[in-house]
């Protein structure tokens, strides 16, 4: 597992959540709500998985 994004997160990130971010005013704020986003697109990738290892260990 690893604590990368993936490409369709980049992704995500430079061209959807950027024109959100670009209406916020304060820099500490812009920096603050990438990193806020990035944290929580990797926790769900931990979250898949965790989920998807759970699953084929059950199988086993």
Request: hydrophobic letters at 40%; zero cysteines; a positive charge.
């Amino acid at each position: 597992m690893s604590n990368n994004l993936t490409l369709e997160q980049e992704f995500r990130l430079a061209v959807k959540y950027s024109k959100q971010i670009k209406q916020v005013k304060n820099i500490k704020s812009k920096k603050l709500l990438v990193f806020t986003l990035k944290r929580m697109m990797l926790q769900d990738n931990r979250i898949k998985f965790f989920i998807h290892h759970q699953n084929l260990n059950n199988n086993d």
